[in-house]
């Protein structure tokens, strides 16, 4: 975190542990027609309730909020994550530990549905599921973020290395090679990835710890466009404490990502989609 976020954070921890938890996650007639699904791991349980609690506070919230666990941590669950359990949010439980838990078991069970997936270790802005949704309204088919890279290539013609991919500085646009990035929120209309998406001896022998590429090439692969939003809003505020284990220092100062993608890109051949 940086020193500059850490008034916001703080600010935002308080006014969230404020609410009444128990007004929090009760139904109403505004919430939009959308499945939210997140995961966690056990550093960050005692935090993560700060996302969930700015989840349930937008202002239109979703339908359900579903928070995929690993098995092991069914007896941990802090009092303050369990108690903002109700008719939105649920806890469920996997054998899974990997980050792709956030959207595969939300695909299995839920196909029809549009899944917004987040990410743990971040208190979203109030409004930032309304602009999500708002997109998905003029391009229903397409899968929108609020945040994106562009993949690039060198001139022979392979992959750059993921540090080399440019953050995407405009709004409201689309290119084959943008991919979402997942802190920022990204929304998936129903059948928007290859079936592959599924294939866990795949996506664990390929991208162990990178599931943003892991639907990159599935979204790829299905012919679904990934367009950053025409509105992405203020970025959501880092939780005081999370950021001890982060999968960015491997995958993006260690080039975890750029080895990921490359496996990725030669297994399915993915330079045919140039």
């Not at 996302?51 to 303050?80: F, G, M």
């Not at 001139?155 to 084959?176: I, S």
């Not at 990502?257 to 989609?273: I, K, S, V």
Request: charged share 25%; hydrophobic share 40%.
């Amino acid at each position: 975190m940086k020193l500059k976020q850490l008034p916001k954070s703080l600010l935002m921890a308080y006014r969230l542990k404020g609410l009444d938890s128990r007004a929090l996650d009760r139904r109403s007639n505004s919430t939009l027609p959308v499945i939210i699904s997140l995961t966690s791991i056990p550093s960050r349980l005692k935090a993560v309730a700060l996302t969930v609690r700015s989840l349930l506070a937008q202002e239109t919230p979703a339908t359900k909020i579903i928070l995929w666990l690993n098995t092991s941590l069914r007896q941990q669950i802090p009092r303050a994550l369990l108690e903002l359990q109700g008719d939105i949010f649920t806890i469920e439980y996997v054998d899974l530990t990997c980050p792709h838990r956030k959207l595969i078991h939300a695909l299995e069970r839920y196909p029809d549905q549009i899944i917004v997936t987040c990410d743990d270790d971040l208190m979203y802005p109030a409004d930032w599921l309304y602009r999500l949704y708002q997109d998905h309204l003029r391009y229903p088919h397409a899968i929108i973020a609020h945040e994106c890279r562009k993949i690039e290539f060198e001139q022979c013609g392979l992959p750059k290395p993921y540090h080399q991919w440019p953050v995407e500085a405009g709004c409201d646009l689309t290119d084959p090679w943008f991919m979402s990035i997942g802190y920022g929120g990204v929304l998936y209309p129903p059948n928007a990835l290859h079936r592959d998406v599924q294939q866990r001896d795949l996506f664990l022998a390929l991208t162990p710890r990178a599931d943003d590429l892991w639907f990159k090439a599935m979204s790829l692969m299905a012919g679904t466009e990934v367009r950053r939003s025409s509105v992405p809003g203020c970025k959501p505020i880092p939780i005081i404490g999370t950021q001890k284990v982060a999968l960015k220092r491997t995958n993006v100062r260690g080039e975890g990502n750029t080895e990921q993608w490359r496996a990725l890109y030669a297994h399915y051949d993915l330079q045919r989609f140039r």
